[in-house]
C-alpha cells in the first residue's frame, strides 16, 4: 500500500541579506521565453544579521519543479545572489534561508512575485506583513491549492511571519477563500521555568527567533519564565555557563503559557544522601545491602537538627538527612537502615526499593522530595464559544437565522490543560425560544468556572436573501459562510466530460431563488460559473459557485491527494457517513503476493484506500480493505471489515509534545506487541 504523507509546514522568522548588480547590467542567462532569472536589487540592503555566513534560496511555483540556490555567501548580511531559470507566471514565493553553519538555520523570511522572461529584480525582504503574505502562499502551495491566480490581502495587522498559523488558514482557505487572514495572526507566549532550585549562574533560551535569554541570578523555589517566545515547538537550552546541561522540547500555545518543568542545577547530582522522618529520640544506623558495613553513626532525634535539608526538599520540617557520599557514592548497591527508638530494641530491618539517595517517611521509600506538591494550573477561563463551527467569542446571547433549525455548541478553553463540557452540545430550536446551554471550564487544580449561553432562533425576516445551501448534483458543496458570496466545488470522473446540476435552498422560505445556468456540461480541465440570485421582499442578493472538473483514467488506481484531496469537514458518527469525496489515498485491491493464498492461514494484510474527515474535536480516519474471500476480487472497490487481517496503528506528526519511540506501558515495542498477536495460539502464521 502506498503510505499517505502529508507535510505540515511550520517555518522561523527574520533574516539578512543581499546586494547586487546594477540590473541594466544583468540579463537572464537562458533564452527560454518560458524562463526568468531573479535579481535581488544591490540599492538595498535586506536585513543585516550579522550570525549569518550563508543562505540558502528556495522558489516554489504552482506544479512546477522548486529552484533552489544553496551556500549562497553572505557577509555582514549582503552577499550577491541571482536565481536562474525560474518558471514565468503570477504568485512565485520565494524562500530566504540564513544559516550559522551547514544544516542549521537561523531565520527564514517569504516573500512572493511574479515572475517574467529575462530579468526579475525584488526589493527589501523583511520580516513583517509580507514574509507572513508569502508564507501564507506557500501553505497554501502546500495545501495544493493553484496560487497563480490569488490575491491574498488584509495581513497587516500580523507583525512577524512566525506570528501567523499559515497552515490554519490554508486549512479554511480551502473551503472559504474570503476567509481573513487577521483570523490567524497570533501573540507570542511565555514559558515557564518550575523548577530551578540551585539554579543561580544558569542562563536558558529557546531556538524560536523572536524571544531573548533568561538570567537567573539567584536560587529560587519558585517558577521564573521568559516572555516574548513564538507560537510552535522548540528546543529549549540550560547553560552552567561551561556547558548545556539540559536540553528538551516545549510547545508555546499562541498568547499562553507553557511549563518546562525540569530540574536545573541539580544539588543532588552525584551524591548519596539518606532522609529519614521519623519520632523523637530515635537513633537510625545503615549498611550497604552485602557488607552490612556502617555508614553513619546513630542519629539521635534530640540533637540531630534539619541542616540544610531545605535545600533539597519542599516541606523539611520533622526530616533528618545524612549526606555519605565519600562512603557510598560509587557504590550501586542498596541501602539497608535500621531504626532504634531510645532505650528500645531494633524495630527492623528496612531495605531501601532503589540505590543511592533516598528518602524515608518510616512507611514508603521514594526516590524523590515526597513533600514537592506539582503546581497545577488553577486557570478556567474560556477562550471562546462556537456555534456551529463559528466562533462568537464569549457572547452570552446569540442569535442565529430563520432557517437554523438545530445547533451544535463547542468551546475553548484558554489553558490546555483544562477540560470543558457543554451541556447539552446539541439541541433543536423553535423560533423565538431561547436554548440554555451550560458550559463548565474545569482547571487541573479542580478550579471550576462556569458560563451560561442562550441561542435564539431569530423570526424570519421578510428581507432574508442569505442562503442555507448550495447542492451539485444533489450533494452539498459544505457549511457556506455567513458573510461569502463566491464559492467553489471541484469534480472528477473517468469521462471526457460531467453534467453538473445546482439546486440551492435561501434561509427564507419567502425567497426566490433564480440560478443561471441550472445545469451545464463541463469538460476535462475546464471550469463553470453558476450564478445565484436570491430576491425576497424589497432585498436582493447575488453569489456565484465555480465548479470544475478532472478526468482521471480508469487505470489510475494509486494515487495520493488527487486535485488536493484532504479530505471533509464532517463529524463521523457512523460507518454509513463515509464517502468517496473524503478519499486522499489510493491503491490497486490485492497487489500482494499473500492476496491470493487464500484461507485463515494467510490473512490479508493489504490496504486498497485511505479516507479522512475532521470537525472542532476529532480528526477521523478509515482504511478498506481488499475482500479477497467474495467472488468478485479484482474490481479495486471490494471491501469487507473482516478479523482476519493484521494489527493496524496510526502514527501522527502534529509538530507538538514529545515524540515517542514505540515503547508500551508494559515494557514491549510496538512490533513486539504486534508479534505476538501473529504468533497467538491458533494462528499458524
Given at each position: 500500500m502506498?503510505k ?6 511550520g ?12 540590473l541594466?547590467e544583468?540579463n537572464?542567462?537562458?533564452g ?11 540599492k ?5 544579521v550579522?550570525?549569518?555566513s550563508?543562505?540558502?534560496?528556495k522558489v516554489?511555483?504552482?506544479?512546477k ?6 551556500g ?5 548580511g549582503?552577499?550577491t545572489?541571482?536565481?536562474e531559470?525560474?518558471p514565468?507566471?503570477?504568485n512565485?514565493?520565494?524562500e ?6 551547514a544544516g ?6 517569504y ?5 517574467n522572461?529575462?530579468?526579475n529584480?525584488i ?10 503574505k508569502?508564507?501564507?502562499y506557500?501553505?497554501?502551495l ?6 497563480s ?7 497587516d495587522?500580523?507583525?512577524s511571519?512566525?506570528?501567523f ?9 480551502k473551503t ?10 497570533q ?10 532550585k540551585s539554579?543561580s549562574?544558569y ?6 527567533p ?6 537567573i541570578d ?6 521564573s519564565s ?9 528546543k529549549?537550552?540550560v ?5 548545556t546541561?539540559v536540553?528538551?522540547?516545549?510547545t508555546?500555545?499562541?498568547g ?5 518543568d525540569?530540574l ?12 529519614v ?6 537513633n ?6 552485602t ?11 534530640t ?8 535545600d ?7 526530616w533528618?538527612m545524612?549526606d555519605?557520599t ?6 550501586t548497591e542498596?541501602i ?6 531510645q ?5 527492623g ?11 524515608y517517611d518510616?512507611?514508603?521509600f521514594?526516590d524523590?522530595?515526597?513533600?514537592t506538591?506539582?503546581t497545577?494550573?488553577?486557570?478556567a477561563t474560556?477562550?471562546?464559544?462556537k ?8 457572547k ?38 431561547p436554548?440554555?446551554?451550560?458550559i ?6 479542580g ?5 451560561s449561553?442562550?441561542v435564539i432562533?431569530?423570526?424570519e425576516d ?17 457549511a457556506l ?6 464559492f467553489?466545488k ?17 434561509s427564507?422560505?419567502s425567497?426566490?431563488?433564480t ?15 453558476f450564478?445565484?440570485?436570491v430576491?425576497n421582499g ?8 465555480t465548479v470544475?472538473?478532472?478526468k482521471?483514467e480508469a487505470?489510475?488506481?494509486?494515487w495520493?491527494?488527487?486535485n488536493g484531496?484532504?479530505g ?5 458518527k457512523a460507518?454509513?457517513d463515509?464517502d ?10 490485492c ?16 490496504l486498497?484506500?485511505i479516507?479522512?474527515?475532521?470537525d472542532d ?13 467474495g467472488?468478485d ?5 471490494q ?6 487481517f493484521?494489527?493496524?496503528g496510526?502514527v501522527?506528526?502534529?509538530?507538538k509534545?514529545?515524540?515517542g ?5 508494559d ?5 513486539q ?6 504468533k ?5 502464521c
Amino acid at each position: 500500500m502506498k503510505k499517505l504523507v502529508k507535510i505540515i509546514g511550520g517555518l522561523f522568522c527574520a533574516l539578512m541579506m543581499f546586494g547586487c548588480s546594477d540590473l541594466a547590467e544583468l540579463n537572464s542567462d537562458s533564452g527560454d521565453e518560458s524562463l526568468g532569472t531573479l535579481y535581488f536589487d544591490s540599492k538595498s540592503r535586506f536585513v543585516d544579521v550579522s550570525k549569518i555566513s550563508n543562505a540558502t534560496v528556495k522558489v516554489y511555483s504552482y506544479g512546477k519543479k522548486t529552484v533552489q540556490k544553496d551556500g549562497v555567501s553572505v557577509n555582514g548580511g549582503k552577499g550577491t545572489l541571482s536565481v536562474e531559470n525560474i518558471p514565468v507566471g503570477k504568485n512565485r514565493v520565494i524562500e530566504i534561508s540564513g544559516y550559522k553553519t551547514a544544516g542549521v538555520p537561523v531565520k527564514i523570511l517569504y516573500a512572493v512575485t511574479d515572475i517574467n522572461p529575462g530579468a526579475n529584480s525584488i526589493g527589501t525582504i523583511k520580516d513583517g506583513v509580507d514574509s507572513a503574505k508569502g508564507k501564507a502562499y506557500l501553505a497554501l502551495l502546500n495545501a495544493g491549492v493553484d496560487i497563480s491566480s490569488v490575491a491574498l490581502s488584509g495581513f497587516d495587522g500580523v507583525s512577524s511571519a512566525y506570528l501567523f498559523d499559515a497552515d490554519g488558514f490554508a486549512a479554511s482557505y480551502k473551503t472559504n477563500s474570503s476567509v481573513s487572514a487577521a483570523t490567524y495572526a497570533q501573540t507570542t507566549g511565555t514559558v515557564k521555568f518550575t523548577n530551578i532550585k540551585s539554579a543561580s549562574g544558569y542562563s536558558v533560551w529557546i531556538d524560536d527567533p523572536l524571544s531573548g535569554k533568561l538570567s537567573i541570578d539567584s536560587d529560587s523555589t519558585t517558577s521564573s519564565s521568559l516572555s516574548g517566545v513564538a507560537p510552535g515547538s522548540w528546543k529549549v537550552y540550560v547553560n552552567d555557563g561551561s556547558a548545556t546541561k539540559v536540553v528538551g522540547t516545549v510547545t508555546v500555545p499562541s498568547g499562553d503559557s507553557a511549563d518546562f518543568d525540569t530540574l536545573i542545577g541539580n544539588a543532588l547530582a552525584g551524591k548519596t544522601v539518606i532522609f529519614v522522618k521519623c519520632a523523637a529520640n530515635t537513633n537510625l544506623y545503615a549498611w550497604t545491602e552485602t557488607s552490612k558495613t556502617e555508614l553513619c553513626g546513630a542519629w539521635s532525634g534530640t540533637t540531630l537538627t534539619t541542616k540544610a535539608t531545605s535545600d533539597y526538599m519542599n516541606d523539611p520540617s520533622g526530616w533528618y538527612m545524612v549526606d555519605v557520599t565519600e562512603k557510598y557514592g560509587s557504590s550501586t548497591e542498596k541501602i539497608k537502615i535500621i531504626l532504634i527508638p531510645q532505650g528500645g530494641s531494633q524495630s527492623g530491618d528496612l531495605e531501601s526499593n532503589i540505590a543511592g539517595t533516598f528518602w524515608y517517611d518510616g512507611s514508603k521509600f521514594y526516590d524523590s522530595d515526597p513533600t514537592t506538591v506539582p503546581t497545577l494550573d488553577s486557570n478556567a477561563t474560556l477562550k471562546e464559544i462556537k456555534v456551529n463551527g463559528t466562533s462568537i467569542g464569549l457572547k452570552t446571547e446569540y442569535e442565529v437565522p430563520f432557517g437554523t433549525k438545530e445547533v451544535t455548541v463547542t468551546a475553548v478553553a484558554n489553558s490546555a490543560k483544562a477540560t470543558v463540557s457543554v451541556s447539552p452540545s446539541a439541541d433543536d430550536l423553535v423560533v423565538g425560544e431561547p436554548k440554555s446551554f451550560l458550559i463548565t471550564v474545569t482547571a487541573q487544580d479542580g478550579t471550576v468556572k462556569t458560563y451560561s449561553l442562550f441561542v435564539i432562533r431569530k423570526a424570519e425576516d421578510p428581507n432574508d436573501v442569505t442562503l442555507s445551501s448550495i447542492n451539485v448534483n444533489g450533494s452539498s458543496i459544505g457549511a457556506l459562510s455567513s458573510s461569502g458570496t463566491s464559492f467553489k466545488k471541484s469534480l472528477s470522473g473517468s469521462d471526457d466530460s460531467c453534467s453538473v446540476s445546482v439546486t440551492a435552498e435561501a434561509s427564507s422560505s419567502s425567497a426566490e431563488i433564480t440560478i443561471t445556468p441550472k445545469t451545464a456540461t463541463i469538460t476535462d480541465g475546464k471550469s463553470q460559473v453558476f450564478t445565484i440570485t436570491v430576491k425576497n421582499g424589497s432585498a436582493s442578493a447575488t453569489y456565484t459557485l465555480t465548479v470544475d472538473y478532472t478526468k482521471v483514467e480508469a487505470s489510475q488506481y494509486y494515487w495520493t491527494n488527487k486535485n488536493g484531496a484532504v479530505g471533509v469537514n464532517k463529524t463521523i458518527k457512523a460507518l454509513a457517513d463515509w464517502d468517496e469525496s473524503m478519499k486522499v489515498a489510493q491503491a490497486a485491491a490485492c497487489d500482494t503476493p499473500r492476496a491470493w493464498l487464500g484461507g485463515h492461514e494467510y490473512p490479508d494484510p493489504d490496504l486498497y484506500a485511505i479516507f479522512a474527515a475532521w470537525d472542532d474535536t476529532n480528526l477521523y480516519l478509515m482504511v478498506e480493505i481488499p475482500n479477497v474471500d467474495g467472488a468478485d476480487t479484482v474490481d479495486n472497490d471490494q471491501s469487507y471489515a473482516g478479523s482476519q487481517f493484521l494489527p493496524m496503528g496510526w502514527v501522527l506528526n502534529t509538530g507538538k509534545g514529545v515524540a515517542g519511540d514505540g515503547a508500551l506501558v508494559d515494557g514491549n515495542s510496538v512490533w513486539q506487541k504486534a508479534l505476538k498477536i501473529i504468533k497467538a495460539p491458533g494462528l499458524s502464521c
